[in-house]
């Protein structure tokens, strides 16, 4: 009979098998070093990890504390001007009536985000509110910029240039490893989990090279500098229309990490309305971020360049 009731008894889910990510440590070596060089010129490494920091508290202060179906517009566009892909192309969603419409999906999104389980479902209920077209690509960065700056430790960065599945693009693919990863197609899920497999091999990696601080911060500067390599090697075809200033080896990083979204000292964006007028920042964000430097590394704002100027003054 004890053989026979252990068979009656329930039985546990076996945990969903993980991604498995075979990386190239040599091109992640190559990307590091390049990351620690290109910062370096422009307030250091710890410069723009406090940059991206700035902007994850500026999204958990605007949808983190207080309902964030209470967003008001002008606050979230704010947000807008510090995402590259997103910026270019919500314009019509920051009137009314489409406003109410994001901010609705934007509710659903960070219901239970204490529960990671249900993100690729709320990711794709947030999405599947949008045409699902070519127009609205941007959707889906939208939800995962979102996620990571409202709750950096719990979710990773999820964006399509970390990862896209269908296209067999991004970070995953320039640090596959192989020897024919060009003409590859890369079987891994976009979702939730391996994003957070990459950021867990991304931070060991990190941590056997002595980084031991503010690692979260470090996995998206490295993710970003990889796919700025593969932009520059491309001749900086993607997003080429807002790229400038070549000879800068951080512009690529800078633009995808959306930390070049407001011009300092004058609070004007690149979030730009339907009528083609840029939006000028006049919360208490944008007072928080001309406090804080760090908000645009790199550019006039930043601490080699405000030496220079007090020089010259």
């Not at 593969?230 to 930390?259: E, H, K, N, W």
Request: proline residues 5%.
């Amino acid at each position: 009979m004890a053989s026979v009731s252990r068979f009656l008894q329930p039985r546990t889910p076996a945990a969903p098998q993980r991604p498995r990510l075979d990386l190239s440590g040599p091109v992640l070596k190559q990307a590091l070093e390049g990351l620690i060089a290109g910062t370096d010129s422009q307030g250091g490494i710890e410069y723009w990890t406090d940059a991206l920091k700035l902007k994850s508290r500026m999204f958990e202060q605007a949808l983190g504390q207080g309902h964030p179906g209470d967003l008001p517009a002008d606050t979230f566009k704010g947000l807008c001007a510090f995402m590259a892909s997103v910026r270019r192309r919500v314009g019509r969603y920051l009137e009314q009536p489409d406003y109410d419409h994001l901010v609705e999906a934007v509710v659903g999104l960070l219901e239970d985000r204490r529960d990671t389980a249900s993100t690729d479902a709320r990711m794709a209920a947030f999405c599947s509110r949008f045409p699902n077209d070519s127009k609205h690509r941007w959707v889906r960065d939208l939800a995962a910029e979102i996620l990571h700056g409202v709750d950096p430790e719990r979710y990773p960065l999820m964006t399509r240039w970390i990862w896209d599945r269908k296209a067999n693009t991004g970070v995953i693919r320039e640090i596959w490893f192989g020897e024919e990863v060009d003409n590859q197609t890369i079987d891994v899920p976009d979702g939730y989990e391996t994003c957070l497999v990459l950021r867990e091999e991304l931070s060991q990696y990190l941590t056997d090279n002595g980084v031991f601080r503010d690692v979260i911060w470090y996995v998206d500067l490295l993710c970003a500098k990889i796919y700025a390599d593969y932009i520059a090697a491309q001749g900086g075809v993607y997003l080429r229309a807002d790229f400038s200033a070549p000879d800068d080896p951080m512009q690529y990083t800078r633009r995808l990490l959306g930390l070049d979204g407001v011009k300092p000292g004058s609070g004007r964006t690149r979030l730009k309305a339907l009528d083609g007028e840029a939006f000028v920042m006049e919360t208490a964000e944008f007072a928080t971020a001309e406090a804080d430097q760090s908000v645009l590394p790199g550019d006039e704002s930043g601490p080699e360049q405000s030496r220079k100027k007090n020089a010259h003054s």
